[in-house]
Nanobody, 124 residues
Framework: VQLQASGGGLVQDGGSLRLSCTASGRTFSSYAMGWFRQAPGKEREFVAGVNRNGKNTAYVDSVKGRFTISRDNAKNMVYLQMNSLKPEDTAVYSC??????????????????WGQGTQVTVSS
């Protein structure tokens, strides 16, 4: 599967953005999906994950209550709605697909396919 992330940009503290990830192929629903982010000088960090049917989600503690992951298997899309953004959310956000698994994973090694990333910058 090939992944393409989009929707990043510059937003003020407290603002919102919606990231989208488009997947190619006809087996999108067989992949659990995740969003990760990497800030300059920091390690890649799990942000959110969703299982194959969209009914099970997971989040890193720092984004709980502010971010929402969802997917539309009919459109081969996964989304990350980000509200109440903070400067510390600034990073390159990437989507990833996990094969041979029902649930998402919180570790990057659990994913086989990655998109190119989209920059999110939150100004104070």
């Amino acid at each position: 599967v090939q992944l393409q992330a989009s929707g990043g940009g510059l937003v003020q503290d407290g603002g919102s953005l919606r990231l989208s990830c488009t997947a190619s192929g006809r087996t999108f629903s067989s992949y659990a999906m995740g969003w990760f982010r990497q800030a300059p000088g920091k390690e890649r960090e799990f942000v959110a994950g969703v299982n194959r049917n969209g009914k099970n989600t997971a989040y890193v503690d720092s984004v709980k209550g502010r971010f929402t992951i969802s997917r539309d298997n009919a459109k081969n899309m996964v989304y990350l709605q980000m509200n109440s953004l903070k400067p510390e959310d600034t990073a390159v956000y990437s989507c990833a697909a996990r094969s041979n698994a029902i649930l998402s994973a919180t570790y990057s090694e659990g994913y086989s396919y990655w998109g190119q990333g989209t920059q999110v910058t939150v100004s104070s």
